[in-house]
Structures are given as structure tokens and as C-alpha cells.
């Protein structure tokens, strides 16, 4: 089983940005946590701040990968680019957000990737990933 996680724009910055929102580890480490809860599932992570760099690692994977767990950031928004990346490959994807969306600012509560989305898993933190590995398996 091949599964990736792609994080958006400023997800870099996660363990220092607005901690108390989105907590105070780096991705970096915490992947290195999922790779050892799921030892038995290859697992990539990439990570850009530009939408068309997003649109290429999808192109690239999207017809390869078993699953892909997706937090598009502020691209979740607006970008119909993304969207209609995710509609054109056949690795199903699952939107993922660390923060509860819907319980933030009003121009995050509609996400423009969602339709074309298996699911979505927002508010649980960073454990959000680790159910959307889960739901692959």
C-alpha cells in the first residue's frame, strides 16, 4: 500500500505557527511517528507552498498511489485548479484539515475540493492523518 500526504501553503510552519491552533510539533516529526505506527504502509510526504507545484505532485502520483491524504491549506478555498486536479487522476483522495474549519473564520467553512473528495476529516489535530491512513487500509 502506497499512501501520500501533500500539505499546503504555511503547513511548513507547523510547531511555530499559531500553536494554538495548530499545535507545537513540526510535521517532520510527526511523520516520522506515522511511519513507525504504520511500518507496514509506504508512506510519502511533500510538502509546497505553490499551487501549481501541488497540481504537478498530484499529476504525478495520482494514477500510482493508493491513497492520498490532502491538506490543501487556503487553497482549500478557492483553488478550482486543485479541484480539478483531483478530478482528473484516479488515486482517491481525502481532504484534511488540522483545525476545526467550521468553527473558524466564515470564508473557511466552503471548500471548493470537497466534491471531488472521498471525505474530509478536519478539527482532530494531527491524528486527522492518522484515521485517513486508516481509512485506506
Known sequence: MKIAIINGPNLNLLGKREPGIYGNEPFEDYFLKLKQLFADVELEYFQNNSEGNIIDILHEIGFTYDGILLNAGAYTHYSIAIRDAIAAIKTPVLEIH???????????HKSVIAPVCKGTIAGLGMKGYALGINYFL
Open 98 to 108: 488540522i483545525s476545526n474549519v467550521h468553527a473558524r473564520e466564515e470564508f473557511r
